[in-house]
């Protein structure tokens, strides 16, 4: 009963004990002909796993510290009247304007860029000049159809309503708990072993990533298909029953010909 899986995985007073007993598994079960190779495996999946989240937290904290210290200075701005919209919190994108309106000495006003609007209060690119069709990586099985929510900045989160599509450059820890409400996630940044890519497929949920500049190609509001199957999200209503997936009703077959009784998903 010693090598049984129940006692090795509750061995918690020699872990490194029950974590040999578990390679010694994984290498006699690929043989000694590519041991090798299972080893190489191992050394790079415990790097990824240590890594997975390294760099997100340490951005979040640089962008922490970035945030207090344009809110900072915005409020210097603000106290000289020279904040044309005091009631925006600053962000990423105001900082070259702020950190140029402080080095410059005359009084201009400076306008912060505020939250991206809606797509319905937006008079930009007409609908039929986008794009149809967003390629990217699939990094989570599933098929969802949903309304396009961008989290770009910390005063996005606020925006973010159930059942939306997360679209932002990349999954960070401060926005973990908005992915169980979200209908589908699509990011900019790709790969399988980045945060939001995980989480996703432990959620069950679908995504796309590694679609650049996913951000400014897509709107909030705008209606999407995020297909986690074949890393594609579709823009705009879907056109066949099997592109859209609603979770509020079934999917209907789509016949091949009449009569036939043969359909898409056979």
Not at 63 to 75: N, P, T
Not at 126 to 133: C, F, I, K, V, Y
Not at 213 to 219: P, R
Request: net charge negative; glycine share 10%; hydrophobic share 40%.
């Amino acid at each position: 009963m010693a090598g049984s899986p129940r006692q090795a995985g509750a061995t918690a007073e020699s872990p490194s004990v029950s974590r040999q007993q578990l390679e010694q598994r994984l290498f006699a079960s690929v043989g000694p002909a590519r041991l090798t190779e299972a080893q190489e495996v191992l050394t790079i999946g415990r790097l990824s796993w240590r890594l997975r989240d390294d760099d997100n937290l340490l951005l979040a904290r640089l962008e922490a510290q970035l945030l207090e210290a344009l809110g900072i200075a915005a409020e210097r701005l603000n106290a000289r009247g020279r904040l044309d919209n005091s009631h925006e919190t600053a962000g990423e994108q105001d900082a070259r304007i702020i950190a140029a309106a402080l080095k410059d000495p005359k009084p201009v006003k400076v306008r912060l860029s505020g939250p991206k609007p809606d797509k319905a209060n937006e008079s930009g690119v007409s609908p039929a000049e986008a794009p149809r069709q967003l390629v990217g990586q699939p990094a989570a099985p599933g098929m969802a159809t949903g309304v396009v929510r961008i989290i770009e900045h910390a005063r996005d989160l606020a925006h973010f309503k159930a059942g939306e599509v997360l679209v932002c450059q990349a999954i960070e820890p401060t926005m973990t708990h908005l992915v169980p409400l979200a209908r589908a996630i699509v990011e900019r940044r790709g790969g399988m072993l980045i945060h939001g890519a995980i989480i996703a497929r432990e959620l069950g949920i679908p995504c796309v990533n590694g679609i650049p500049d996913v951000v400014a190609l897509l709107d909030n509001g705008d209606l999407v298909t995020v297909d986690g199957y074949l890393g594609v999200v579709t823009v705009g209503a879907p056109e066949f029953d099997i592109e859209g997936v609603s979770l509020d009703r079934p999917v209907v077959p789509v016949q091949n010909g009449p009569g036939n009784g043969t359909n898409a998903g056979s």
